[in-house]
């Protein structure tokens, strides 16, 4: 079945250093990926997505390409901000022709971001 | 722009209790995911359902139901709760038709204390 991989935390950074959460995943087909984000007590909020190989989703600074030769969807920022603490969940959604549209998600990285 | 309502934001009950949560999907989205995320733990797909049918199941214990109505809102039921089925419990909803699916939009959860 679909699953994905997602580097353990929790991950700890100064402000203004560099990002990097790495994702890999395995599927049949080609399935769409996508980074949500949880900050504390509220729900999941999504933050970029790719929908084919070689795409590259961002939003708020973050990037993430779509690397079917890896198996990978990896979480990039350049500068990262205190305000960027929050849980990462690196997720999947089946290509469409297996009916199934559920998410399967990562196991989630805790990112705090010290001033 | 609306957003996925979740109801009640928070739920004590005793073990062996019943539990009704509901959910209120984006206006014209046909489609209604209900996700269980453990303390710590990823989300984990348990149901759901696409135009008033359910179109998936996963890891949804037999003492849980649910349904989409008319209106598209959905119910979980939980029965003879236990205290694993403390969780935050998320419901997502998206547009399959017109050329989707489109991405799946999380509502802030409920939160399920079983005591």
């Known amino acids: 079945g679909n699953s994905v991989t997602q580097m353990e935390g929790p991950v700890t950074l100064s402000e203004e250093a560099f990002l990097t959460i790495n994702c890999t995943y395995t599927a049949t087909g080609y399935p769409s990926l996508f980074w949500y984000v949880q900050y504390p007590g509220e729900g999941l909020q999504l933050l970029l997505k790719?929908?084919?190989?070689?795409d590259k989703g961002s939003n708020k600074g973050f990037e993430a390409t779509y690397r079917k030769e890896t198996t990978s969807f990896h979480l990039e920022k350049g500068s990262v901000q205190v305000s960027d603490s929050a849980v990462y969940f690196c997720a999947l959604r089946g290509a469409p022709i297996q009916g199934a549209q559920k998410l399967v998600f990562g196991q989630g990285t805790r990112l705090t971001i010290n001033p | 722009a609306a957003g996925v309502i979740q109801s009640p934001r928070h739920l004590i009950k005793e073990k062996r209790e019943t539990a009704t949560l509901k959910c209120y999907p984006i206006p014209r989205h046909d489609t209604v995911y209900w996700y269980q995320q453990g303390p710590g733990q990823d989300p984990q797909f348990l149901i759901s359902f696409y135009e008033k049918m359910q179109s998936d199941k996963g890891s949804i214990p037999d003492r849980f139901s649910a349904q989409q109505f008319s209106d598209y809102h959905s119910e979980l039921n939980m029965s003879s709760l236990e205290l694993g089925d403390s969780a935050l419990y998320f419901c997502?909803?998206?547009?399959?038709?017109?050329?989707?699916?489109?991405?799946?939009?999380f509502g802030p959860g409920t939160r399920l204390t079983v005591t």
């Open positions: 790719a929908t084919k190989a070689d």
């Open positions: 997502a909803s998206s547009l399959v038709l017109a050329g989707g699916p489109y991405e799946q939009y």
